[in-house]
C-alpha cells in the first residue's frame, strides 16, 4: 500500500513520505559550513594590550618564502569574509603558519582577531607574495633588518631561514618600539634561535639584535632613523657606517619606509624587487 497522500518514494519503504527525506537531508547540511580557507588556530600568545601572536594550521598547497605576506582574515555572517595582507613571521619550513598582530579596539578586523582562541578558524588564503625576500637584493656582505613594532613579522621568518647565514656574512636586527615590553616579541624570537636546530648555529655567530624604544628609557633609546643618521646605531655596534656593500630591508609605518629610504639612496644604494634585485626593499603592502 502506498503513502497515504500518492505520492510515491522511489527506493524507500512504504510510508516514507519525500519530505522525511528532505528534512533528513537538511538536517545533514551545516547551518555553517566551514570557509574552504579556514584554518585552525593552535596558539595564541598576548604580549601587551595591544600586542599579539599566534598560530594557525598551514593549508597543504601554501608555499612561501620566508619574507612574504598572505591575507588572512575572518569570515562574516552572510557576507565577504573580511581579510587584510599579514606578514608570515615563521619560517618557510614550519608545519605551521605565525603572525603578529596589533590589537586595534574598532578595527574592523582586529577588534574580532584579538578575541580568537585555539580551535577557532582563521581564513587563509594560499597565495602569499611580497618584496622582503632575499631574491630581491643583491649579494653582499652585512644584512640590515629595520622594522618598528609589528614590523618585525616578515624579519622573523627571515632569521630562522637557513638561507639567510649562507648569504650574508652578518646580520644586524633592529627593532624600535614605544616601550620595552613591546619590545618582548621579537627578543623571544631572538633569545629562541640559539636553540635552533637548523640556524642555531649560524645565527649564534652572525645575528646581532639592536632594539630600541621611543617612550620609555632603555639601553638604546630613540628612533631608529635618528640613531643612524646621527651615526650613533653603527657606533653603538662598531660596524662602519651604511655603505655599497650592506643591504637592507625595511619594514614599518610609511614615515619610517621613506626616512630609511632616503637613508640608504644615500649611501649609494639603489631599491630592489622581485623583478631587478638592487641594494635595499621595503614592503608597501601595509602603508599605501
Given at each position: 500500500m ?10 524507500q ?5 519525500i519530505m522525511n ?24 600568545k598576548?604580549f601587551t594590550d595591544r600586542l599579539?601572536?599566534?598560530r594557525?594550521?598551514r593549508p ?8 612574504e ?6 569570515d ?5 569574509p573580511?581579510l ?7 619560517p618557510s619550513?614550519d608545519d605551521e603558519l ?5 590589537k586595534?579596539?574598532?578595527g574592523?578586523?582586529t577588534?574580532?582577531?584579538?578575541t580568537?582562541?585555539p ?11 611580497g ?8 649579494p653582499g ?9 609589528t614590523g ?6 627571515l632569521i630562522r631561514d ?5 648569504r650574508f656574512d652578518?646580520?644586524i636586527?633592529t ?11 621579537g627578543a623571544s624570537?631572538?633569545a ?5 636546530p ?8 652572525r645575528l646581532?639584535y ?17 640613531l ?5 646605531a653603527f657606533?653603538?655596534l662598531g660596524?662602519a657606517q ?8 625595511i619594514?614599518g609605518s610609511m614615515a619610517?619606509n621613506?626616512?630609511?629610504k ?9 631599491e ?8 635595499y626593499v621595503?614592503?608597501k603592502?601595509f602603508v599605501?
Open positions: 502506498g503513502p497515504t497522500n500518492g505520492v510515491a518514494s522511489i527506493g519503504p512504504a510510508g516514507t513520505t527525506q528532505i528534512s533528513r537531508i537538511d538536517s545533514a547540511i551545516p547551518l555553517d559550513a566551514r570557509h574552504p580557507d579556514a584554518q585552525t588556530v593552535t596558539a595564541v598576548h599579539f601572536s599566534f594557525v594550521t597543504k598547497s601554501l608555499r612561501f618564502r620566508s619574507g605576506f598572505a591575507m588572512i582574515g575572518l562574516q555572517p552572510g557576507g565577504k573580511l587584510r595582507a599579514y606578514s608570515i613571521a615563521s619550513w605565525e603572525f603578529y598582530s596589533i586595534v579596539p574598532d574592523p578586523l577588534s574580532k582577531l584579538q580568537i582562541e580551535g577557532d578558524d582563521v581564513i587563509v588564503r594560499p597565495k602569499p607574495t618584496t622582503l625576500v632575499l631574491d630581491a637584493l643583491l656582505k652585512r644584512l640590515w633588518l629595520i622594522a618598528t613594532g618585525i613579522a616578515p624579519f622573523g621568518s637557513p638561507e639567510l647565514y649562507q652578518e646580520v636586527l627593532h624600535t618600539c614605544r616601550t620595552l615590553p613591546e619590545l618582548d616579541y624570537l631572538v629562541n634561535l640559539a636553540d635552533d637548523l640556524v642555531g648555529a649560524d645565527a649564534w655567530g646581532r639592536y632594539p630600541t624604544t621611543t617612550r620609555q628609557e632603555s639601553r638604546y633609546t630613540g628612533r631608529i632613523t635618528d643612524l643618521k646621527s651615526g650613533k657606533a653603538d660596524v651604511l655603505g655599497r656593500e650592506d643591504r637592507v630591508m619594514c619610517l621613506l626616512e630609511v632616503a637613508i640608504c639612496e644615500a649611501a649609494g644604494l639603489a630592489g624587487s622581485n623583478a631587478s634585485p638592487g641594494g621595503l614592503e603592502a599605501g
